[in-house]
Nanobody, 113 residues
């Protein structure tokens, strides 16, 4: 099982980024998938999650209305579209397969002017 995040980078406040999580070794459509983020000195926190069937999504208050989690089953990839980014969104973002200890290595998102 492998999860590889990409799409992070430096963006100005108000900008957008789309993070990707390419999965291998399993089929993303058969599992709930989540995005988390972490800043130095703080615990990893949930950003968004999608259930196994895709029928339900959950967003943390911090990203609700600005972030969208989605899944492309054909590409076996999970995405996090982030709009109207704020300085406080700066963090390392991780992809996670629910009900497991499988995590990606993360991708750095920096929001700064």
């Amino acid at each position: 099982v492998q999860l590889v995040e990409s799409g992070g980078g430096l963006v100005q406040p108000g900008g957008s980024l789309r993070l990707s999580c390419a999965a291998s070794g399993f089929t993303v459509s058969q599992y709930g998938m989540s995005w988390y983020r972490q800043t130095p000195g703080k615990e990893r926190e949930l950003v968004a999650a999608v259930t196994r069937g895709g029928g339900s999504v959950v967003y943390a208050n911090s990203g609700r209305g600005r972030f969208t989690i989605s899944r492309d089953n054909a590409k076996n990839t999970v995405y996090l579209q982030m709009n109207s980014l704020k300085v406080e969104d700066t963090a390392v973002y991780y992809c996670h397969r629910d009900m497991s200890n499988f995590w990606g290595r993360g991708t750095q998102v920096t929001v700064s002017s």
